[in-house]
């Protein structure tokens, strides 16, 4: 069988007698920005494992157990999941936004990958949410129009340096850049040290936007320059974003200005990197 048709069966075969493990997005809050995929399995789950931030979200139906967690360990939960299923239960783990995005679906994998083979034939399905970049994105206009990318700022599980390197990087490639996870009360400092590098890189006048809490009653979305921005006003629920160079305002009466990135980039009189390397012997 051909990994093409082994990916189709697995989306739309009917395949658990055993027991069952969705990983499943919440969005970033309300429950219109659902999917109706994510609501049917959340409405069939005999368990929901998630952290209890997320789980207080879900309204139980009967008969379901939620278990809601403090432990910050991911991998916990994961393996909790899956013990689950392996005894025929059907699961859904829960997360924020996209499950695939810094979140629970990869969890979920590294312990299938570590745990023991029996794993492996669990009906495992990962269910999208819409990631808090694309719900602040959709707030704004159209910030993401051209080529963008993400970083996740904590190094809770990565190295700083690694950090630093691919921020100055994507800087450098001009690339709108999202920042997830910008600060918390345990890393106040490390937006701070993102802008000092972003701003030996990136002019001034780059627009930044702090999305806050979008989709909550709270939400609040603040624009700035990279060269005027409090980087200190980003916390855990902030997603950040920096324009690229051609990421600009259009100003409106009376009302926040969109923020909008063009699809088309002029062609460059320097020659790229690319036809420089092509050039090479
Ligand atoms: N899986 C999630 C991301 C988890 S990392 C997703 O796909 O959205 C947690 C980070 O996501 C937060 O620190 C913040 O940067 C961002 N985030 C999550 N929900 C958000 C929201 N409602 N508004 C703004 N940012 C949010």
């Known amino acids: 069988m051909s990994a093409v048709s082994d990916f189709r069966s697995r989306a739309e075969g009917p395949r658990a007698s055993t027991g069952r493990v969705e990983v499943v997005g919440l969005g970033p809050g309300p429950e219109r920005w659902l999917t109706p995929e994510a609501s049917e399995a959340l409405e069939q789950a005999s368990d929901v494992i998630g952290y209890r931030a997320y789980t207080a979200r879900i309204a139980p139906r009967a ?81 993401l129009g051209n080529d963008f990318c993400t970083i996740n700022l904590s190094d809770n599980l990565k190295q700083w340096s690694v950090i630093e390197s691919r921020l100055s990087l994507a800087a450098q490639a001009d690339f709108v850049i999202a920042l997830y996870n910008p600060a918390s009360s345990a890393r106040p400092e490390q937006v701070h040290r993102a802008f000092a590098i972003l701003r030996g890189l990136r002019a001034a006048s780059t627009v930044v936007v702090f999305a806050k809490a979008i989709g909550r009653p709270d939400e609040q979305v603040v624009l700035g320059t990279l060269g005027e921005a409090d980087p200190g006003q980003a916390d855990m629920r902030t997603l950040l974003l920096i324009g690229a160079s051609r990421t600009r305002l259009i100003e409106r009466t009376g009302q926040a200005p969109w923020v909008y990135t063009p699809r088309y980039v002029e062609p460059s009189p320097a020659p790229s990197a690319a036809a420089r390397f092509d050039e090479t012997p």
């Open 63 to 143: 008969g379901q157990t939620v278990h809601g967690s403090d432990n910050g360990d991911e991998l916990v939960r994961a393996r909790h999941a899956l013990e689950l299923a392996s005894t025929g239960r059907r699961v859904a783990v829960v997360s924020g936004g996209d499950p695939g995005v810094f979140a629970m679906a990869s969890a979920v994998f590294e312990a299938i990958e570590r745990g023991p083979l029996a794993w492996r034939a669990l009906d495992v399905r990962v269910l999208p949410g819409v990631t808090a970049m694309l719900a602040a994105a959709a707030r704004l206009g159209a910030p």
